[in-house]
Each structure stands twice: as C-alpha cells, then as structure tokens.
C-alpha cells in the first residue's frame, strides 16, 4: 500500500507503479505496516520547500554538530537527507522509508515496531532531533529568563530571542520558530508581566463556532481569567490571585533602510490587551526565521 498526499492529489491507480518517473518529490511512501503518521508527516515536511531546498541544495554536511548531547551525531539528519533525496532526485515514484525508520528507531525504540503512533509526537520529535543534529551552538550557555513590565515590549522581545539564538541556532529555528508574547495581568493591582517565549507548535482551541484555522488561532489569542488552581502569585502585590492572561504573536519583519542603507529589524505584536503594536527596531544581525505570523494569520515568508 502506498501512502501519500501528492499520489493521492494526482489519483494514483493501484498496482505497481514504482518505474514510473518521479517528479520532484511527487512520491509515495511505502507502508511498513502502520506508518501512516510517519508518512503522512514526511510527506508535510518534504513539501515545506525551504527545509527541502536546504537538504538538496546546500552544503548541510558541514552544519551537523556531532558532538551534540542532545542530538543522535548526525545520524537522524542523514538518514532524512538520503529520504529526501530519493524522493526529489530519484526516479523512482514509489520509495520505501525503511532505512530512514530503522535509523529512526535506533534512537527513538517506541518508533521501532508496527504499532500505530501519533503523527504529532513523530513529528516533535523528528523536527527537535534534526534541530539538534544540525545546531551551530557547540556549548549552550546558561541563560537566565527575562521578563518586561509592558513598557519595554521590543527591547524585552529582541533580548529574549537573542538569548534563545545564543542556545539554538539551525535551520529548523530558521523556517519553524517563531516568538509568542504572553501577557499576565493582576487583577488585584494591575501589575503587568511580560514574557516572549519561542514556539514551534501550537495547540490551538476548538469551539462549536471555529471554523477555520485562523478562527482558533484567533480564539488561542483571546485573554482568559485564570482562576482556581490556576490563579498566579503576583510579584507586585505578593498576593496569590486571578489574573487575566494572553497570547500574541510577534512578527518579525526584516527591511531594506535606503538612508541608512542597511537592512533594519522591524517588529509587531498582535494580541487582544492592546491594537497592533508596531516598532521598528535599530538592532541588526539578528538571523530571523522565514516564517512569521502576520497580523491577518496568513503565514509569510520574508
Ligand atoms: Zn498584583
């Protein structure tokens, strides 16, 4: 049996059509029994064209870290490039994952039978373990965390993913990370805390009226009360209370300054505690990601 999005976008027919030349990555995968969730995620993430691109267009090898603890030594990453590969550079339109599973299984063993997994928990763990295979920061530092008191939004953000970049540095950071603005708010003395947090997923919320993703990433964005056992200790007023809370997204945006003819970092944040906030930042270098969330939730490439 063959799985995949491409085959059945293009109404593959049954049988053997494993001669049949390929078409930049219009493959399927073969099934090893219940691999539906790792094919269906290789098959998502071999259609997200800038990580592909960079495994078959560019000088990968050099960027692997093996000596990385948290990482398999470049093994995971490899053995994805050659799956790659053979997807988009192969003739064939049928390839097996089999090598790329037993590698995969070497380093994650509940990966290694024929029992149905999730396609989240692979995909996690496939994206960290490539994150970690190619990361250029050979010694993480220890970094404290550092928070804002809603006053200082851009300098507080820049600072937080500054530090990130400073323990994780690759090309996953660049095109599936990005940075999420948290607001608590006290509701006995009104004391702000601010915290930019890096995110790679999302568990977003569903309700009987979201109906399209932009609709739960707009209900994901809604403050909410924390009350209960979720109530929060506030700092300020040293008072254990309820607190209202929310999520924005912070959008990145990278530019050409004719004047100063340098490119500049500019920076938004969409949340509810406040209409969209812009800044335009003077620091540079910062090495942002592809992909931001822009105010209207359509993902960008910059
Ligand atoms: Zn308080």
Not at 17 to 40: P, Q
Not at 119 to 142: R, T
Not at 194 to 204: A, G, I, W
Request: glycine residues 8%.
């Amino acid at each position: 049996m063959v799985t995949g999005f491409a085959q059945m976008a293009r109404g593959s027919k049954r049988g053997d059509d494993s001669k049949k030349k390929s078409v930049n990555g219009v493959v399927g995968l073969n099934n090893l029994g219940n691999t539906c969730f790792m094919n269906s995620s290789i098959q998502c993430l071999s259609n997200t064209i800038p990580l592909t691109d960079y495994f078959l267009n560019h000088d990968y090898k050099h960027e692997i870290n093996k000596n990385n603890e948290f990482g398999t030594g470049g093994a995971l990453v490899l053995a994805y490039a050659e799956l790659m590969k053979e997807a988009w550079l192969g003739s064939r339109s049928v390839v097996s994952p089999k090598d790329f599973k037993r590698k995969l299984a070497r380093f994650a063993p509940r990966f290694a039978g024929t029992r149905q997994h999730d396609a989240q928990e692979f995909l996690s763990f496939l994206l960290d373990g490539i994150h970690e295979d190619l990361n250029l920061v050979i010694k993480k530092p220890y970094i404290e965390d550092i928070e804002g008191d809603g006053t200082n939004d851009e300098k507080v953000s820049m600072k937080s993913w500054q530090n990130y970049l400073m323990r994780n540095k690759s090309i996953i950071v660049d095109i599936f990370q990005g940075q999420l603005k948290c607001t608590l708010k006290c509701k006995v003395c009104s004391n702000l805390v601010v915290k930019f947090d890096p995110f790679m997923y999302l568990s977003l919320p569903l309700s009987n009226e979201t109906k399209t993703l932009d609709d739960c990433l707009k209900l994901f964005c809604e403050e909410e009360s924390l009350t209960g056992d979720n109530q929060w200790y506030c700092p300020k007023c040293k008072k254990t209370c309820g607190c209202n809370y929310a999520h924005g997204f912070v959008d990145f945006t990278s530019y050409f300054d004719s004047s100063s003819q340098e490119v500049q970092t500019g920076f938004k944040v969409w949340s509810l505690f406040e209409e969209q906030t812009t800044y335009t930042s003077q620091i540079k270098g910062l090495g942002l990601g592809y992909i931001c969330f822009s105010t209207n939730f359509v993902i960008t490439c910059l």
